[in-house]
């Protein structure tokens, strides 16, 4: 099966950068998603990647090293409606279509 | 857009119950899930569908079964409610088979008393 680990919970201010990190372990990686979860909503996709180095979509950029099992979300000036839970799933050549999620990471954006 | 409705959002039920969760979807998507979702776990998956009456097991299949008669509808079963399926149900679509990704329902909230 796979491991994927995240951070619990990461705090921070209005303005600032934070960055969060999933680790994974697993056989025949083809690929991994972030997805955004507000509090009582359904998630929703935010990035993709399969190969290794960063993919840049406005505020949010989301980095890949398939060598390390290594991906982080870094979120850029952030704003008030950032405050979500934010998932790190992988996909496996043995779980076509299936994702297998981290438990998530609930980031708190303070004024 | 992608849309996939729930057809509850809050739902109580009580041990033994059978219970049914509906899933549609509206974007002739061949995949469909259900997850649940608990505090610490991250979502899990249950059951999944690659086709018309075609099912698989997830990771935690115990106690539920699934049902697909029909493309855009996928239904999650629980035979015999118990306390421990006290959960958030997501339902989710992806088309055709491998990257695709997950478009999700709003998910219904099952307590079981």
């Known amino acids: 099966g796979q491991n994927i680990d995240q951070p619990t919970e990461m705090t921070a201010t209005e303005g600032a950068i934070v960055q969060i990190n999933c680790t994974y372990q697993t056989s025949g990686f083809n690929g991994l998603f972030w997805y955004q979860q507000h509090a009582g909503e359904a998630p929703t996709f935010l990035s993709y990647?399969?190969?290794?180095g960063l993919e840049e979509k406005g505020r949010f950029s989301s980095f890949l090293s398939r060598s390390k099992g290594y991906s982080y979300l870094l979120l850029k000036e952030l704003q008030m409606k950032d405050s979500a839970s934010y998932l790190c799933a992988v996909m496996t050549t043995d779980s076509w279509g299936k994702l297998q999620f981290g438990a998530g990471t609930q980031v708190v954006v303070t004024p | 857009d992608v849309k996939v409705t729930q057809s509850s959002r809050y739902l109580v039920k009580r041990t033994g119950e059978k219970v049914f969760l509906e899933c549609v979807q509206d974007?002739?998507?061949?995949?469909m899930f259900w997850y649940r979702q608990d505090p610490g776990l991250g979502l899990r998956l249950i059951y999944f569908?690659?086709?018309?009456?075609?099912?698989e097991k997830g990771d935690i299949p115990e106690g539920y079964s699934v049902s697909r008669e029909k493309k855009e509808r996928f239904s999650l079963i629980l035979e015999s409610a118990s306390t421990n399926q006290t959960s958030m149900y997501l339902c989710?679509?992806?088309?055709?088979?491998?990257?695709?990704?997950?478009?999700f329902g709003s998910g219904t909230q099952l307590s079981v008393l």
């Open positions: 990647n399969v190969l290794d």
């Open positions: 989710a679509s992806s088309g055709d088979r491998g990257l695709e990704k997950l478009f």
């Open positions: 569908s690659y086709d018309v009456k075609m099912k």
């Open positions: 974007m002739d998507h061949e995949n």
